[in-house]
């Protein structure tokens, strides 16, 4: 059964019915400031206590500021009221765990004061939604530590048939549309999803992640996949070998090659390999050996497979800012007309594959913003959009019990969910 946007009565039933059928499958991972032996009895006994960043704020005032252009720790507290000595080992007691140098404008902070003298108890930056540096001056001694708020799991289930893309059946389904970004990674070589067709159809279980109970926020990972397009149908199963997550097919093959298919998520190809291309620049005919994707400035430019940079500069030839990797004896692939390089990437450095290694842009002999993207084999220049990508490891043969067992696991439960989904849809 498809589950559509009319029958948004049906979908709100489903997900409800769904949601308590799989509570058992959620899963938590918390971060305790203190052991239950730490907390006082009477608080344990009381549990309409107000908590935030695991601190009891029953007594306090919460007060949240933005941090501003020019903004650094020291100008933080001096605005806080802060003596200047007190400002200093702020400073300093703040470092052990928090960077100054990230911080950046329109991140938050937090103070928590008493509410008769409004004296500053503890002070909170946020390093992300789920993540915090707690400065604790409640005692002669600063204290800084780390608080990660609780993050729970919820597992989901959704199948649907294509009646337009991937993207709008998810989206209009009620789901973080990323969903599709996360589908079609895992099956990049397998399906082309600029080609999938009315009548392809999926089924999928995925985890979503939530802070404070009711915040979502992300699809967390897809737990199984099953994709029919143009009449087969491919499976995914999640699997880990090496310490290495990677999804694999039915008889234990790595759905992931040695290259991805592309080096940017979205795009727009603008211009193909050919031995004669008339350069909008030059105004003349010459060889373009790569293949052109135009996307924003500043889109994340990925490194189709693991490799090193064996060179990083400026082309003066017109290729602008570039990255050229080597990825073994036979294959290497330059990125040109890059913005920016990624962090760390320099001559001599490792890359795997999916690292942002720079940032599209417009430099060299550019019309607008775009990747130049070129790959060599055995020296040669090659089609990057013909290019076959040799498979990765296939699961290990004293490993295959293991994966067969997770494997049954996965697909009794997408049957199980599946005729959940269908009994409903009879009874609606």
Known sequence: MTI???KTKHLRFLTCFLFCLLSCLSCKKTVQPETEEDVDSEWLENPSHLYEYGICVDSLDVTNYTIKNGDNLSAIFTRLG???????????????????????????????????????????FAKSMTDFSIIDITEDRIKAYEYNKEIRFERRYMEGAITSSLWNIIKNNGADPLLALKISDILAWQVDFFDVKEGDSFRVVYDVAFIDDTAELNVSSVEGLVFVHRGKEFTAIPFTQDSIREYFDMEGNSLRGAFLKAPLDFFRITSRFTNARFHPILKRYRAHHGVDYAAPIGTPVKTIGDGTVIAKGFDTKGGGNFVKIKHNSVYTTTYMHLSRFGKGIQQGASVKQGAVIGYVGSTGLSTGPHLDFRVHKNGQPIDPLKMESPPAEPVKAALRDSFNIIKHTILTEMDSLQSVVRELAVND
């Open 4 to 6: 559509t946007t009319n």
């Open 82 to 124: 802060f003596s200047a000595n007190m400002t200093d080992s702020l400073c300093k007691t703040s470092g052990e765990i928090f960077d100054p140098r990230k911080l950046r404008a329109g991140m938050i902070y937090t103070t928590l004061a008493t509410r008769d003298s409004l004296a500053i108890q503890y002070i909170i």
